[in-house]
Nanobody
Framework: QVQLVESGGGLVQPGGSLRLHCAAS????????MGWYRQAPGKQRELVAT???????NYADSVKGRFTISRDNTKNTVFLQMNSLEPEDTAVYYC???????????????WGQGTQVTVSS
């Protein structure tokens, strides 16, 4: 019913920047919170940043001041601008959205397939 597709990952040198993009499609009535999570090898998935449909934002302490989350509600998209990247930011980044569809009585959380971000010299 709902698909999330991420793009924008890749290989970048330390100190570089990347911009991730996630587009939601399907029988969407309302998207509440959208967010980015990441999972490094051998580690649990962790929150990176979230943004509500009225613009409230939350960041993990490790990315504050370096990453910026934003969204375009008219296009059901969420972005993650990542600056001053560090090797510790290397992970698979997943998009997440809390969505109510035309056929569901309650919202449901959907995940994208993930996009690899590698920070290395």
């Amino acid at each position: 019913q709902v698909q999330l597709v991420e793009s924008g990952g890749g290989l970048v040198q330390p100190g570089g920047s990347l911009r991730l993009h996630c587009a939601a499609s399907g029988t969407i009535l309302t998207i509440y919170t959208m967010g980015w999570y990441r999972q490094a090898p051998g580690k649990q998935r962790e929150l990176v940043a979230t943004i509500t449909n009225d613009g409230r934002i939350n960041y993990a302490d490790s990315v504050k001041g370096r990453f910026t989350i934003s969204r375009d509600n008219t296009k059901n998209t969420v972005f993650l601008q990542m600056n001053s990247l560090e090797p510790e930011d290397t992970a698979v980044y997943y998009c997440n959205a809390n969505v109510r569809t035309f056929t569901q009585r309650t919202p449901y959380i959907y995940w994208g397939q993930g996009t690899q971000v590698t920070v290395s010299s």
